[in-house]
């Protein structure tokens, strides 16, 4: 077998150890045929609902500025390409890295000089899922920088210790035991690439944060607030874990 | 920094969570229950979906916590006799042809509160042989009714996708008003599963 | 107004039989729930949803609150002629939603 198998025959094998060596998968390979069918559908993805809105907001006028997102940022289809694919990101001003929604509200408060808007209230959802949906297909890229690598530290130390009346790490579900099934569900590996998403559980959409204090709450552990340091270094570290992975916001998942 | 992911440990669906890996600080060691699913942990009335309304369940939440559950949603408990009732008011005393009725929906759900269903009628759906009406039910949600749908000839097919909420493992009916007069029905068993951690 | 997906070929052919997928935000409130203070929160569902085809109703579904939030409604109809199909959504304690659409037949 020499000549063109030859080669095409190394190709393959060197493939396939690549793929041994990653075996990350995403919310999706673990969902059900149904509940993928719902999150390809465009026409019936209920998160779409959401990014329906956001277009809408993304040209509304606000604030004393009177400036809407287009005003600055043009056609969303081509500046936020990628965007939401690499948050959270450092922000030098605050020498600390901020999330998506709180970027947006930075943007609102700043440059619209508008009311910052609630954490999961639907306007916020919106134009996160909005956002987020320009990055649908592109790879995780949070930077790799050396002023992220504290928050990052905290992130994976949140990640691993012990929390709530359960004493569980979301490390122990996540790492260890995916692929099981904690009371007939199976477990997911834990990666953002679908946020902000329809869970099937809120019957809405929501937040990465949202869903993070769903899982507190299941340890029986006090949720960090909304927006909280915490909060953000643990979504930079999942972020930096899922690397590489396609964003495919907004998700379904039960 | 990404991290390599173990292989899973034990056979699937042993759901035990607390070894290897991370140090043992005394009686942390859990074992979940794997999921006999048709007959899931008695939880606390469920703040969404219909409600909790199995007759052992609810015995054992009121025997084991008293008063405070004494307050729970308006009747929310339909048996199967609820559902019998409704389908005689539907078809009297006609008889349930069942045939030519298909459902399509997953046989066991992650979520009860967005489960896919699709109901279609075998049918020519002429003027003279059509299907006029599907009356979807169920059998353990709060009240039986699910759709009413109606259609007649210019549908062309005779079907209605969406999606329901069931509150248990239960059976889903479809029964179709041809234009005849005549009954047919339908029926498909579903398995639902809970959400693990939810905002309860 | 309520946010609204409707999805189906805008051109077909006389005598083609079309699907229709319509998708509304709503929380469709079963009434069975409690909230933190354990009263039950009212019932507010969308109970009904038609489509019309240049003025005839071609489909009807009464809903009831066993469907799921954000109901998803999909169907079939012959494509007859060209014209306007309008979905009507009427709810228990909101305002009708009323969308329109063109079609196109060859």
Request: hydrophobic share 40%; charged share 20%; with cysteine.
């Amino acid at each position: 077998m020499n000549g063109l198998l030859g080669p095409l025959l190394a190709l393959a094998g060197a493939a396939a150890l690549a793929a041994a060596a990653d075996d990350r998968r995403s919310g999706y390979d673990f969902a059900s045929p149904e509940i993928r069918a719902m999150q390809d559908d465009d026409t019936a993805n209920p998160g779409n609902l959401w990014v329906l809105q956001g277009e809408t907001l993304w040209d509304k006028r606000a604030g004393a500025a009177d400036r809407s997102c287009a005003d600055c940022h043009g056609d969303a289809r081509v500046s936020m390409k990628g965007v939401a694919a690499r948050y959270p990101a450092f922000d030098a001003a605050l020498a600390r890295p901020l999330d998506l929604e709180q970027r947006i509200n930075q943007c609102r408060t700043e440059h619209q000089r508008a009311e910052p808007l609630a954490w999961e209230s639907e306007d916020l959802l919106a134009v996160t899922a909005f956002v987020a949906r320009q990055s649908r297909g592109l790879p995780i890229t949070v930077s790799s920088s050396p002023e992220l690598r504290p928050f990052l530290a905290s992130g994976r130390e949140l990640f691993e210790q012990r929390e709530g009346q359960l004493n569980l790490a979301c490390s122990q579900c996540h790492d260890d035991n995916w692929g099981k099934r904690l009371a007939g569900n199976l477990i997911p590996q834990g990666h953002p690439t679908g946020y902000p998403l329809y869970r099937l559980e809120w019957q809405g959409l929501g937040s990465l944060q949202r869903r993070l204090r769903n899982c507190m709450t299941g340890v029986r552990a006090e949720p960090f607030d909304y927006g909280a340091p915490q909060a953000v270094a643990l979504e930079l570290y999942l972020m930096e874990r899922a690397r590489g992975m396609p964003m495919d916001a907004p998700a379904v998942r039960p | 920094m990404s991290r390599q992911f173990s292989a899973p440990r034990g056979g699937e669906g042993r759901g035990e969570v607390g070894g290897g890996g991370v140090s043992n600080r005394g009686a942390t060691h859990l074992t979940l229950p794997v999921t006999d699913v048709t007959d899931p942990l008695p939880l606390l009335p469920q703040a969404d979906g219909e409600g909790s309304s199995s007759p052992t369940r609810r015995r054992v939440l009121l025997t084991a916590a008293g008063a405070g559950l004494a307050s729970l949603a308006p009747a929310a408990e339909a048996t199967e006799a609820a559902m019998t009732e409704a389908i005689r008011q539907l078809i009297g005393e006609a008889p349930l042809e069942p045939r030519k009725v298909k459902l399509e929906l997953p046989s066991i759900v992650e979520n009860g509160n967005t489960v896919p269903l699709t109901v279609s009628v075998e049918s020519p759906m002429t003027q003279a042989d059509h299907v006029e009406s599907i009356h979807i039910f169920n059998q353990k949600n709060p009240q039986p009714f699910v759709a009413a749908v109606h259609l007649g000839p210019r549908a062309g097919k005779a079907y209605v996708a969406t999606r329901i909420r069931l509150a248990d493992s239960q059976r889903i009916v479809a029964i179709a008003r041809l234009s005849d007069g005549s009954f047919c029905s339908g029926s498909a068993d579903v398995i639902v599963t809970l959400a693990a951690c939810t905002e309860q | 107004m309520a946010r609204v997906l409707i999805n189906f070929p805008q051109r077909a052919k006389r005598g083609d039989i079309i699907e229709i997928k319509t998708l509304i935000q709503h929380p469709m409130e079963t009434g069975y729930r409690l909230d933190n203070k354990g009263a039950a929160i009212p019932r507010d569902i969308i109970n009904c949803f038609t489509c019309t085809y240049n003025g005839e109703e071609v489909f009807r579904a009464e809903l009831f609150p066993a469907i799921s939030a954000n109901p998803f409604i999909a169907f079939s109809t012959v494509a007859t002629q060209s014209g306007e199909l309008v979905f009507s959504w009427s709810a228990d304690r909101s305002q009708t939603q009323t969308e329109t659409r063109q079609i196109n037949v060859e």
